[in-house]
């Protein structure tokens, strides 16, 4: 399994960037993908998830509003739309794919992981 996240760069506050990971090497239903994240000094955390099959999605509540996380089945795609960014979202951004019993919320859940992309937002 291959995840390969990209899209990661400097942006403004305010503005907006789009995140993509790609995923191949198997078929995902009955997994969730999530986007987690870890900035400077601080855990990683997820940031947002949706099931492969369904397309249910679930987010942290600091990002709520802001970002929405998508896929494309077809294209074996999973998306974070970044609106509005604030400077406290900087951190290296991380794909993952889990199908474990934890908890979405539990990084122990995750099987597979992308190499991350830097998202730095100035303000």
């Known amino acids: 399994v291959q995840l390969q996240a990209s899209g990661g760069g400097l942006v403004q506050a305010g503005g907006s960037l789009r995140l993509s990971c790609a995923a191949s090497?198997?078929?995902?239903?009955?997994?969730?993908m999530a986007w987690f994240r870890q900035g400077p000094g601080k855990e990683r955390e997820l940031v947002a998830s949706?099931?492969?099959?369904?397309?249910?999605?679930d987010y942290a509540d600091s990002v709520k509003g802001r970002f929405t996380i998508s896929r494309d089945n077809a294209k074996n795609m999973v998306y974070l739309q970044m609106e509005s960014p604030k400077p406290e979202d900087t951190a290296v951004y991380y794909c993952?794919?889990?199908?474990?019993?934890?908890?979405?919320?539990?990084?122990?859940?995750?099987?597979?992981w992308g190499q991350g992309t830097l998202v730095t937002v100035s303000s």
């Open positions: 993952a794919a889990g199908s474990g019993s934890s908890s979405l919320w539990d990084l122990l859940r995750y099987n597979h």
């Open positions: 090497g198997r078929t995902f239903s009955g997994y969730n």
């Open positions: 949706i099931w492969w099959s369904s397309g249910i999605t």
